[in-house]
């Protein structure tokens, strides 16, 4: 009686909640539970973000300054904890008990909670008005095109959407084996890891952070989130519409703070598990300090093959433009090499490619600031691969031009660089090539017939397996490429493409047993569940039972 009673309760406030936010978008236009307005956002009003922890939201002795990537002005203002002040946040975590917030046999209440919060917070998202803020925040933050932003929005409004109503108990299905006797039985159960932790980027402030967060919740995790700075807002006001639809306050923790504070907040809670997202550098720091607890979706340099049968250049064309450049390349998935058939080379491909890069433009941000890599480091790049043997510029190896993004960020034209298959094989070169430039850049090369085998062979020696695309029709050719690589995002077919939407199918690496999934009820699972076995014995003790000489 107790569960259900809570169950209602908290049923209750949310649908008060949620009614409260419905009426304010629909008649007034505004939005209850957001504390800016996307467009204000700027050097003469600049924002605040505030964090949250046991339930308040609260601020903090230091506030950090973040540089408009347009103009260079501080538009938003961050209270970011130091060292100091973390006290509150290893608490929080290590109130909650291994066994979590809710499993199996706890608290099962909270499983169809979550499902009513995903219920609401999709319905939200997809408020014309909720969405254009969310979309416009995002543009404000981590510049991209309004049709970039917005389908951010959507994928997450489509995940929340695959698990509303029971769909979140769903992901704690288990399953029963007969035993040995009567009375007998073994239980495989989904359990949760209880205090555990978010480490999400900056070029997806609202998809990657949303996706991760829900899943720990959904599998009964106490979480604390902590997303990159300069594009934190976004998830403090999407925590804020969650409140509104029934998640309780302090069910998750949000803090912001540099790389090392964060670091020695894992290292003093120490959270049953860890989530991390971004570079591979910081990701194996992570793997030390934490005893292996963690698990990583990190860096990808990915390819993408060509085969030998030729089709559809235009399309073609258009898909590599948009995998290399779209959000000015800052993709974990971005197409990172282009691995071409000799086949292709006689076609208007390369050609194509260059007049769809020179379509991107600052003024609609299909081209825009690279977060994390300067120009000049950018461009050092590109002269530093024009000097292997062979290797020349096919298109972009320049700075935008008049434009006010501050210096502290990256911007150049879309750039393609070719270098023949047999410099990049070459130990003084493959590193080089193979170097993940965050930004829009791509390394493009040509191969003939017979040799697939050093194609292959280039494959093998990446060490990040994120996402691949393999264009051909061809069932042997895929085959063959296929079952020769290892990346765990892979599309195989005239349509392939490196980048995509994570909502309806697993994204993340393989060939790596830390690797994190994302988007999908196996990726949910495997990163926020471990597997519990109950074996019920109850009997009953066969009838004149002995006890037996000793073994």
């Excluded at 209440?109 to 803020?133: I, Q």
């Excluded at 894992?266 to 860890?274: C, D, F, G, I, N």
């Excluded at 130990?427 to 193979?434: F, I, P, Q, R, S």
């Amino acid at each position: 009686m107790y569960r259900i009673a809570a169950y209602r309760q908290l049923k209750n406030r949310a649908s008060l909640n949620w009614i409260s936010l419905f009426s304010s978008a629909r008649s007034n236009h505004t939005l209850s539970f957001a504390t800016v307005k996307a467009e204000e956002v700027s050097g003469s009003q600049p924002a605040e973000v505030h964090n949250l922890v046991q339930g308040k939201w609260t601020s903090s002795s230091n506030w950090n300054t973040i540089l408009d990537p347009l103009n260079g002005q501080p538009f938003i203002k961050v209270a970011e904890v130091n060292e100091s002040e973390l006290q509150p946040f290893v608490g929080s975590l290590s109130k909650c008990p291994k066994h979590g917030l809710h499993n199996p046999f706890k608290a099962p209440e909270r499983y169809l909670m979550l499902g009513d919060v995903s219920t609401k917070a999709a319905h939200a998202l997809g408020l014309p008005e909720v969405s254009d803020f969310f979309a416009k925040l995002i543009q404000r933050v981590s510049p991209k095109s309004y049709q970039q932003a917005l389908g951010e929005v959507f994928v997450t409004q489509k995940f929340l959407e695959n698990f509303c109503g029971d769909q979140v108990r769903f992901l704690a299905r288990s399953f029963a084996v007969p035993g040995n006797h009567l009375g007998q039985q073994s239980h495989g159960f989904r359990w949760p890891y209880g205090p555990v932790a978010v480490i999400a980027p900056f070029n997806f402030p609202l998809e990657i952070p949303l996706l991760q967060l829900m899943g720990a919740l959904y599998m009964g995790n106490k979480p604390v989130l902590k997303v990159d700075s300069k594009v934190c807002i976004v998830m403090e006001q999407m925590l804020r519409l969650l409140h509104d639809c029934g998640l309780p306050v302090d069910d998750v923790d949000f803090i912001n703070s540099d790389g090392k504070t964060m670091n020695k907040l894992l290292v003093e809670a120490k959270p049953r598990m860890t989530l991390f997202t971004g570079s591979s550098r910081v990701a194996e720091k992570l793997a030390d300090d934490l005893s292996g607890r963690v698990k990583l979706e990190d860096a990808g340099f990915d390819w993408k093959i060509l085969g030998p049968d030729v089709n559809e250049v235009d399309y073609t064309a258009w898909v590599c433009d948009q995998d290399a450049y779209a959000c000015s390349g800052q993709k974990c998935s971005a197409q990172s090499i282009l691995f071409m058939h000799e086949n292709w080379r006689k076609t208007t491909l390369l050609d194509k490619m260059n007049e769809l890069a020179a379509r991107r433009k600052l003024d609609d941000l299909t081209v825009g600031p690279v977060l994390t890599v300067t120009t000049e480091k950018m461009l050092d790049h590109a002269t530093k691969l024009l000097q292997i043997p062979g290797s020349k510029l096919l298109f972009g190896g320049e700075a935008l031009q008049n434009h006010s993004i501050p210096e502290i960020y990256g911007a150049i034209k879309p750039t393609a660089i070719f270098v023949p298959l047999e410099e990049i094989l070459k130990d003084e070169h493959y590193h080089l090539v193979t170097k993940e430039i965050f930004g829009p850049f791509q390394v493009v090369t040509q191969y003939k017939d017979n040799q697939l085998p050093l194609v292959l062979d280039a494959l093998e020696k990446m060490n990040a397996h994120l996402t691949a695309a393999v264009v051909s029709n061809d069932i042997l050719f895929l085959q063959k490429v296929i079952g020769n690589s290892v990346n765990g995002t892979t599309y195989a077919g005239l349509r392939a493409r490196t980048t995509g939407a994570p909502q309806n199918h697993w994204f993340g690496p393989a060939g790596d047993p830390r690797g994190a999934g994302i988007g999908t009820p196996e990726a949910i699972k495997l990163v926020w569940s471990c597997h519990r076995e109950v074996i019920y014995d109850v009997g009953p003790v066969p009838q004149r039972w002995e006890v037996p000489a000793s073994t």
